[in-house]
């Protein structure tokens, strides 16, 4: 990842040339033209995704991907009765990251957390690894104890747990969602994010603190794929690799979010008619 000087300024267009000189020194088949054209258009309302897009370089600020202050006054704690309609998002790895479970309640649109692991503090990722055992008995207490029309989950470090539950509950019911799939991953984020942020917001959630925290760190990460209005999309990321600002929950806010609108399309809140009674 080749890196311009912090002195040059990427607002600035002669410098931002010599920024792009840097970035895709080598790269003679890039259009130098073009990146300048796109470079240009994004700055315009995200310097920051400009700025780490094009140009390589990491920066803060106005590349936070949801306003925060928002997402807290969606608040609404309240237990979920067993045997209610519900989709599940997972997201995690085995050390460096969090894992997490977030449910949804179909009809209402109310998420909250089912679990979530966070590697304790003082120790390192050498020292802790997620509890599988724990994670699987949490899976199954949210197929026990509530009616799951879907479970999506980012396979990477967990495929065999996730191939284990589908065997357990149903290939059907238990779905591998990759993440690194990134214009579908841009569409669910937009989808989760227009759904507690638009005039008639749907979504409400427990206010876990963790789930909270998670989305407070999530930052965008530009695409070069344009939405239909021409602007371009985004996913979410953590604002480094290798970043103690972990965002595994709101990754599966956003999975089961995702399910509950696949659940919708497919019916599952139509009232079912009742027979028709023929007489004789």
């Not at 912090?6 to 410098?15: Q, V």
């Amino acid at each position: 990842h080749p890196q311009a000087p912090d002195k040059l300024d990427y607002k600035i267009k002669p410098e931002r040339k010599k920024i792009h000189a840097y970035v895709y020194a080598g790269s003679d088949h890039v259009d130098m033209a073009a990146i300048e054209a796109e470079a240009a258009e994004l700055l315009e309302t995200d310097p920051g995704q400009a700025d780490r897009f094009f140009g390589n370089r990491i920066v803060a600020g106005s590349d936070k991907a949801f306003d925060l202050s928002v997402f807290k006054t969606r608040a609404d704690p309240h237990v979920v009765e067993p045997g209610r309609k519900i989709t599940l998002g997972f997201d995690g790895s085995k050390r460096l990251d969090s894992t997490g479970l977030v449910a949804t309640d179909i009809e209402t649109g109310y998420q909250w957390v089912i679990d979530v692991w966070e590697r304790p503090e003082g120790l390192t990722d050498e020292d802790w690894e997620v509890p599988a055992e724990e994670v699987n008995a949490a899976v199954r207490f949210a197929f026990e104890n509530w009616n799951v029309w879907r479970l999506y989950g980012d396979p990477p470090y967990w495929q065999t747990e996730m191939d284990e539950w589908a065997g357990d509950f149903g290939s059907q019911r238990v779905v591998q969602w990759w993440t690194n799939r990134y214009k579908a991953m841009a569409f669910a984020v937009k989808a989760w994010q227009t759904d507690w942020t638009g005039d008639a917001p749907i979504l409400t959630h427990d206010g876990n603190e963790a789930l909270v925290r998670h989305v407070g760190n999530s930052v965008k990460h530009a695409t070069r794929m344009r939405d239909d209005d021409g602007t371009f999309l985004w996913y979410i990321k953590k604002d480094g690799a290798k970043s103690p600002r972990k965002i595994d929950l709101a990754m599966c806010a956003v999975l089961s979010w995702a399910a509950r609108g696949d659940a919708i399309q497919s019916g599952v809140l139509k009232k079912k008619k009742p027979p028709r009674l023929h007489t004789f």
